[in-house]
């Protein structure tokens, strides 16, 4: 079955891209995934794919939006008119400038002939204050405020707060970010106002527009606020309103969708830019961002050369080498990312490297040298909660669980998303504290009814804490649905683990080894397929898969590790 396309105008009146823009209490909740038609979001929101395209700017020197602490503008309604009769202001002083088609100054990954000597620095960063366990109810109420954060997490790539991995661990991606000229007077938030500002009296600045409509896609995507989505809609089509076809606002339009997960969306307005800018950062990163999470992976291979040879940098390389570490090239894919953070100047981009880096060693069961990078993260951004998750997940591995639950509880605090929230209920449940546990599943489950009520798609790590913790019906649901719209390692492992917990292993079978016929090396991937082959009857494979989990990462989850370890006893016993 083909990934979905988007024939047709969507539900909601959004046109397709081809088309041309138009005129300007926390109560408790059953069930892990609501019974919906939603669209789950991607897995990327466990590597932090990727990220929605709308990223800082790694070449502008200014500091990333992603770090300015800024909390969304108050006046969200507040639209600037866009028919006022106020004359157009010059196009040359207005035009964005991130993209301009000027060739980056990085070496690109075909230039570099040695692997960079980087090493992560070593060390433990300070995992700050520690808050106190609020009442459900409470954190129940809090989760409306980040609920659209799961629409913009990707697997792969980043996409919630960036690159995540398999486990749930989210990163904020570098990508192509707003332009330099008009975030350099502050942060996000004050430029957003100064923007509307500008807008009000100089409403046919197309260039201005299109700034604006990426701050808001950035504001959703660090803040949480799904009332930016549809703001950022109209500003990009406003601009291509007054001017049609420009490439920055196209390549926003790309950004947006593929934090809404409409990847097919994404694919035609990356195509559509490119056309009118070849060299447009952003659209080749949202190209090969779309790709990705299409299961395309032959073709995100092509697109990642390309962009490499056109705009070298770091939104570049983490996706270059994502794309290899899909194809199981783990060396490939460290050289990158080392030359990645080499590169990397600001705060933000030090921070996401070190933080991939961190999840690449992770996954290979390198827990020190995880713990190195992710301490290299915090050295740059002692709050990055991609990177205190990351370390968390590393110190559970080596025993070290009173670390890990307090770094957990500092992260699902800030953003109790159900990768975190998962891993966090495991430990409690390790230690015996099933309450507490029980807490942590109750929140997965109003998370996705809360995201699920503004609007934004659950994605398939909601399907698969479903499967383990939750309505596994449900999971079974979403998992299927998600696999007739794209075709994915990610999606194929979902199906494959929802089937499972059904009793149905047998059909489980081929999905469980399409998870791991490209190569990529993932302990719960392996994990999944040892539990489906054994379920099947296949006792020997079911050995010989579990056995890869553990030599991979053996702590690569509490519960899967150790049921892993009962089922391979077991095995050994007949």
């Excluded at 968390?392 to 770094?407: I, K």
């Excluded at 909601?462 to 994915?488: M, Q, S, V, Y």
């Excluded at 917990?501 to 719960?524: F, I, Q, S």
Aim: negative net charge; hydrophobic residues 40%; proline residues 6%.
């Amino acid at each position: 079955m083909s990934p979905r396309t988007n024939d047709s105008a969507s539900q909601d009146g959004r046109p397709r891209p081809d088309e041309g823009a138009p005129e300007a209490d926390g109560h408790e909740i059953v069930g892990a995934v609501a019974d919906s038609g939603a669209e789950p979001v991607s897995e990327s929101g466990t590597e932090p794919v990727a990220d929605s395209g709308a990223e800082p700017v790694s070449e502008s020197g200014t500091e990333p939006v992603a770090d300015s602490g800024a909390e969304p503008v108050a006046d969200s309604g507040a639209e600037p008119v866009a028919d006022s009769g106020t004359e157009p202001v010059s196009d040359s002083g207005t035009e964005p400038v991130s993209d301009s088609g000027a060739g980056s100054k990085s070496e690109s990954v075909s230039q570099s002939r040695s692997e960079s000597g980087a090493e992560a620095e070593s060390g433990a960063a300070s995992g700050g204050v520690v808050p106190v366990r609020e009442p459900i109810r409470g954190r129940l109420l809090r989760l409306t405020a980040c609920a659209a954060a799961l629409a913009v997490a990707f697997t792969g790539f980043a996409i919630a707060l960036g690159a995540r991995d398999d486990n749930g661990t989210v990163a904020l991606s570098s990508s192509p970010g707003l332009p330099a000229a008009q975030l350099a007077g502050g942060d996000l938030d004050t430029s957003v106002k100064a923007l509307q500002a500008h807008l009000k009296d100089q409403p046919r600045d197309f260039g201005s527009w299109s700034t604006l409509g990426l701050a808001y896609v950035e504001q959703a995507r660090t803040k949480g606020d799904p009332s930016r989505y549809p703001q950022a809609e109209k500003a990009l089509h406003q601009s291509l309103k007054l001017r049609p076809d420009n490439d920055p606002a196209l390549a926003g339009l790309a950004a947006l969708a593929a934090a809404r997960h409409e990847f097919e969306d994404a694919l035609r307005y990356a195509d559509r830019a490119l056309k009118e800018n070849p060299y447009s950062e952003r659209a080749l990163c949202s190209r090969i961002d779309a790709l990705v999470e299409l299961g395309r992976y032959d073709e995100a291979l092509k697109a990642a050369k390309l962009a490499d040879t056109r705009r070298p940098g770091i939104p570049v390389f983490t996706r270059y080498a994502y794309v290899h570490e899909l194809r199981g090239d783990v060396k490939t894919a460290r050289r990158v990312l080392r030359q990645a953070l080499d590169s990397a100047v600001t705060r933000g981009d030090i921070a996401y490297v070190a933080t991939q880096l961190g999840q690449l060693a992770w996954k290979q069961g390198d827990v020190k040298t995880a713990l190195d990078h992710y301490a290299r993260a915090l050295g740059a951004d002692d709050t990055y909660l991609p990177a205190l998750e990351g370390r968390a997940r590393a110190q559970a591995a080596s025993g070290d669980t009173t670390e890990a639950v307090r770094g957990l509880e500092q992260v699902v605090s800030a953003y109790p998303l159900p990768g975190p929230l998962v891993l966090l209920g495991e430990l409690y449940d390790a230690k015996g504290d099933k309450s507490a546990a029980r807490d942590q599943y109750a929140l997965v489950n109003a998370y996705t009814a809360i995201a699920r009520a503004n609007g934004v798609n659950a994605d398939l790590d909601t399907a698969l804490a479903a499967a383990d913790h939750g309505d596994r019906k449900a999971a079974l649901r979403a998992a299927e649905a998600e696999w007739k719209r794209r075709e994915t390692v990610h999606t194929a492992d979902a199906l494959a683990w929802a089937l499972h917990v059904n009793g149905r292993d047998e059909e489980a079978l081929p999905y469980a080894r399409r998870a791991t016929a490209p190569g990529y090396k993932d302990a719960t991937f392996l994990y999944h397929r040892g539990m489906v082959e054994y379920g099947a009857g296949e006792k020997k494979a079911a050995k010989a898969s579990l056995e890869a989990a553990l030599d991979l990462n053996p702590g690569f989850a509490p519960r899967g590790a150790a049921e892993a370890r009962t089922t391979l006893k077991a095995l050994e016993a007949k």
